[in-house]
């Protein structure tokens, strides 16, 4: 932004630049422009603002009615993401009382104390995020790998039937994943898949492989076949010429394709509710089962997404240069 | 450096025929230009010999060595692409460096070469920039340095100008070719371009329709084209050909009244070829028609091209047949204008029109 307003009319233009990019009447449609951007970003983000927020209320503002923008942060939407909570017995308050005053209690169960509980135990929160990251991590791995290695030989080798094959590994998406959870849950049952870490990786690896085959195909088909042809004749095998030339050169594709594949397994809810129970079960559905005990713990929920959001963002934020940056200057003039 | 050897060497690509099978011996050392048209079958031919594309049949020997059947990576051979192919993500050093790290060669020894080769074609200020920053010309003498850093029994050079200005072309046709004289490599040359051909070919092998039309050094295929299509394609413009029937030691060309008299020592030749009589092809380069107000061949100016040291006339000897002669500047020719002129006897070429194949007079003795 900065720079754009230093060219244009009484500016000296030190680059190649169209007219019509720096006419007046450019950077005044430029202005509008980046102000509608700006007010659809601002849009886009208010839910992840109110999520932000709503992690760090108490109780009684979550519910407040007009929402309050401004107020007191707890970390009460933490602890009870984390623990296991009871009620403590009108008999037992002066016992807990003095321990506070000793300055034995930690902060979570001083937190916990303010709303009238005692902690017993950590919750499976954790335990689920790791199955999240467990399972998203392997099956996104794996279908990027695969993936990368079928998009090559469908990119460059002679198959038969490739289209016809193309099509077919297409069409895996082409129902509702709802309408196969039910018959994936009885074949889950019968070769004890269910509610197993293989049975999730296999299946989100089959799901995105179709995106990834397709995607990374494209991405193939743009790196002209004389690179590889180049590295042959000058004494390298197939595969190396695969691994030194076609690789680095894909990296853009393999990237993006990465943060699709695993964004597809982080957010995947149907199947992990149907499929999994408790040693497999992943984030999604077990954030929303939150809902249930004993009223809505709307700042445990938006603790708990919070948490959820940061290896995507994290994984997301590593790859952006890849994912910005497009297509390579290749020395191939086309 | 090696001698590469084809025999029988056939492409199909399913009911397509893109080489007819072929022989063709490469010497040790020598410079040999694949030329003809797009789609003869020239770049097929030059893939084989790489190992890039599969032989249907036949067999490809590297210095008695039979290389049919070998990875392209075994077969010492370095490859020069039409678009460079350069590795964009790698600095220029790396570039020519890779393949003598396929070798295995130790740092000092590829830090060695690599100095050599780019001393030798003077790019040593690009080492450290990225393909895609340089211009077409460096990008091809990196290609070249890459090809030539291994040291190969053989270089394949697959169009590598075609991307090139035109200028700067023939100063990089130049290069190529003093570095071939410095290398003395044997080194098979893609073109399409017959003016590329004729300047840097030892020999040269004319291809057409898949199947090779004429195998011969610069001026054998100028001066002595085996068939219709090397003479209409080699030169530009090519060789005319006019029609004509031969009897008795004269053809009388089609049309207007225009009666050749065929040199003595050809006449025994075309007798021999056209069972007495026949019609015939007098084929001639533009060069070898003299004007002459006596000329025995008559023809009306159909436009000029002033080329700079000459005057190209088109002529019309018939309704529909024209040829081009070239002409000093100083006559002044106008459109319209009728023009004689004879045919320099020793320049004059004989072709049968049923087979297209040249007359020659070796085979008449």
């Known amino acids: 932004m900065a720079t754009f307003y230093e060219t244009g009319p009484g500016y000296p233009v030190t680059e190649s630049i169209r007219v019509d990019r720096v006419s007046p009447t450019a950077r005044r449609i430029h202005a509008v422009r980046a102000f509608v951007v700006l007010v659809f970003a601002i849009i886009t983000l208010i839910p992840v603002f109110v999520m932000g927020i709503t992690a760090f209320k108490s109780r009684a503002d979550v519910v407040s009615v007009p929402p309050k923008i401004i107020f007191k942060p707890t970390l009460e939407g933490f602890v009870f993401l984390f623990t296991e909570r009871a009620v403590v017995s009108k008999v037992r308050l002066p016992e807990f009382q003095k321990k506070a005053e000793a300055g034995e209690l930690s902060l979570f169960e001083r937190i916990a104390l303010n709303t009238g509980q005692e902690i017993t135990g950590p919750s499976d929160y954790v335990d689920r995020l790791k199955n999240s990251l467990i399972i998203a991590g392997i099956s996104t791995i794996l279908s990027v790998g695969l993936g990368l290695f079928a998009a090559y030989a469908f990119s460059r080798f002679p198959i038969g039937g490739k289209d016809d094959l193309l099509f077919f590994i297409l069409s895996t998406r082409m129902l509702p994943p709802v309408v196969v959870t039910i018959p994936l849950f009885l074949m889950y049952r019968q070769l004890g898949l269910h509610d197993s870490h293989l049975g999730m990786i296999l299946l989100y690896t089959v799901f995105n492989l179709s995106l990834s085959v397709w995607l990374l195909k494209g991405f193939i088909d743009e790196i002209p076949i004389e690179y590889e042809e180049a590295a042959l004749v000058d004494g390298y095998t197939r595969f190396q010429a695969f691994y030194k030339i076609v690789l680095p050169q894909a990296v853009t594709g393999i990237a993006a394709t990465t943060v699709f594949c695993l964004i597809f397994a982080w957010n995947e809810y149907a199947f992990a509710l149907m499929l999994t129970s408790d040693d497999a079960r992943t984030a999604p559905p077990s954030i929303a089962t939150m809902l249930g005990r004993g009223g809505i713990e709307w700042s445990a929920i938006a603790a708990g997404s919070l948490g959820f959001l940061i290896p995507v963002v994290i994984v997301t934020f590593a790859l952006r240069n890849y994912l910005l940056r497009g297509v390579t200057f290749g020395a191939i003039r086309r | ?365």
């Open chain 2, 1 to 365: 450096m090696a001698t590469i050897e084809l025999q029988k060497v056939e492409k199909r690509f399913g009911d397509f025929q893109a080489v007819k099978p072929m022989d063709l011996t490469i010497h040790d050392g020598e410079f040999v230009v694949l030329l003809g048209p797009s789609g003869c079958g020239k770049t097929t031919t030059l893939r084989m010999i790489s190992g890039l594309e599969a032989v249907t049949s036949g067999t490809i020997l590297l210095d008695g060595r039979n290389v049919t059947w070998l990875h392209p990576s075994e077969r010492d051979i370095a490859f020069v692409f039409q678009l460079y192919a350069l590795y964009p993500h790698i600095s220029v050093r790396d570039n020519i460096a890779f393949p003598l790290r396929a070798q295995g060669e130790s740092k000092e020894t590829i830090e060695k070469r690599v100095k050599e080769v780019v001393d030798l074609l003077q790019i040593g200020h690009l080492l450290d920039a990225r393909p895609g920053k340089l211009s077409g010309g460096d990008q091809q003498r990196v290609a070249l340095a890459r090809a030539l850093v291994r040291r190969p029994a053989a270089f394949l050079m697959d169009e590598p100008l075609g991307a090139l200005d035109a200028d700067f072309r023939e100063s990089m046709r130049a290069e190529i070719k003093q570095l071939h004289i410095d290398q003395h490599a044997t080194t098979v040359y893609v073109t399409h371009d017959q003016v590329e051909a004729m300047a840097m070919g030892d020999r040269i092998v004319v291809m057409s329709d898949a199947e090779i039309q004429q195998i011969g050094t610069p001026s054998e295929v100028y001066y002595k084209p085996a068939n219709v299509f090397v003479a209409r394609f080699i030169g530009s413009p090519g060789m005319n050909l006019a029609r004509g029937h031969y009897s008795e030691g004269r053809v009388r060309l089609k049309g207007q009244n225009n009666v050749y008299a065929v040199p003595d020592d050809w006449q025994q030749a075309l007798g021999k070829a056209l069972g007495g009589s026949g019609d015939v092809l007098v084929g001639f380069r533009p060069e070898a028609a003299r004007i002459s107000a006596d000329g025995p061949i008559a023809g009306e100016v159909y436009a000029t091209e002033l080329q700079g040291a000459y005057v190209m006339l088109y002529i019309n000897i018939n309704e529909d047949e024209i040829i081009h002669i070239r002409a000093e500047r100083i006559h002044q020719h106008q459109i319209g204008d009728t023009v004689r002129f004879d045919i320099d006897p020793r320049m004059v070429r004989f072709f049968d029109p049923a087979s297209e194949r040249a007359i020659t007079r070796e085979a008449a003795q």
